[in-house]
């Protein structure tokens, strides 16, 4: 197959300047250039960001949220008719290595059902955390495989998928919409590669610093089982989430936001419902991960 071409997404709200402009210069360096990249302001002008002659600037004036946001950037590549795969990339994010590019290029190339590769998230140290590995036996975080999930931080995207599939579920906000998609993904046949050599340097902040964490993150996993698992494995889903995070959960604050989100989640509207297939539920299963954890 000739390689494909590629894209780039990248969503700021113009809090960070200097990791932006740090993140813009790596995927400037890299060998294999970039046709367009997509810099989306969410609620932000980005009129003092400096940017390269392929870089479009798509200023917001509202904040659509982190898949909101890159759904526009999305739309941009797919219309532009010259784009085969999309990289998106956190803006606090940093790319060390200058073959990121060449390596996901050939990566697609070789598999025409991959769907979605997810890139290898690492401190300043190198040093990957538990959370960061998208299986449920993360002692090996440089353990290359197919898997069911995928780190919104670093990772690319097939077009011919996302035109199947639909972009992110924007209504999430914030939280479990890379999941939503990728079990969209994989029910509709693609293949997830987790590939430990494709790096992202990342700082390694704690997710659950602000009780809107907590909302959000109950809220989204109610709507993600109401729309995409089969009706049996919902209150499972559910019940086994509900017991680990009252297990790990250390503030009361927290908790309120969270069973505040739980109970929005189930009052609310979550969108079109498109329950996955049984054998994608086996898919899931024997990947080593079935969607009730």
């Given at each position: 197959m000739p390689l494909p071409r590629i894209g780039v997404v990248i969503v700021t709200m113009g809090t960070r300047p200097q990791e932006l402009a740090a993140l813009?210069?790596?995927v400037e360096k890299q060998d294999v250039p970039a046709t367009r990249v997509a810099l989306v302001g969410n609620a932000t002008p980005l009129t003092d960001v400096d940017v390269a002659e392929n870089v479009i600037k798509i200023p917001l004036g509202e904040n659509l949220g982190c898949p909101g946001?890159?759904?526009?950037g999305l739309e941009m590549l797919r219309d532009s008719g010259d784009v085969d795969v999309v990289i998106e990339l956190d803006d606090d994010g940093l790319l060390i290595d200058a073959d990121v590019f060449r390596t996901v290029q050939h990566l697609f190339a070789s598999d025409p059902r991959l769907g979605i590769v997810g890139f290898r998230v690492a401190d300043e140290h190198g040093h990957t955390e538990r959370r960061w590995v998208p299986r449920l036996?993360?002692?090996?975080?440089?353990?290359?495989?197919?898997?069911?999930?995928?780190l919104g931080g670093g990772h690319a995207f097939s077009m011919p998928m996302l035109r199947q599939t639909g972009l992110?579920?924007?209504?999430?906000?914030?939280?479990?919409?890379?999941?939503?998609?990728a079990w969209r993904a994989l029910d509709a046949g693609w293949k997830i590669l987790y590939e430990p050599a494709l790096v992202l340097q990342h700082p390694a902040t704690a997710p659950?610093?602000?009780?809107?964490y907590y909302r959000f993150t109950a809220r989204n996993r109610v709507w993600l089982a109401r729309r995409r698992l089969p009706l049996p494995l919902i209150p499972v889903y559910l019940g086994v989430w509900l017991l680990l995070t009252m297990a790990r959960i250390r503030s009361l604050p927290g908790a309120r936001a969270?069973?505040?989100g739980f109970a929005e989640g189930i009052r609310e509207p979550c969108g079109p419902r498109g329950a996955m297939r049984w054998r994608t539920v086996w898919r899931m299963t024997r990947l080593g991960r079935p969607p009730i954890l």
């Open positions: 813009l210069a790596s946001g890159r759904n526009v036996r993360a002692d090996d975080p440089m353990r290359r495989g197919l898997v069911t999930a995928f992110w579920a924007a209504e999430f906000f914030f939280g479990h919409e890379e999941s939503d998609l659950a610093r602000h009780a809107v969270w069973w505040g």
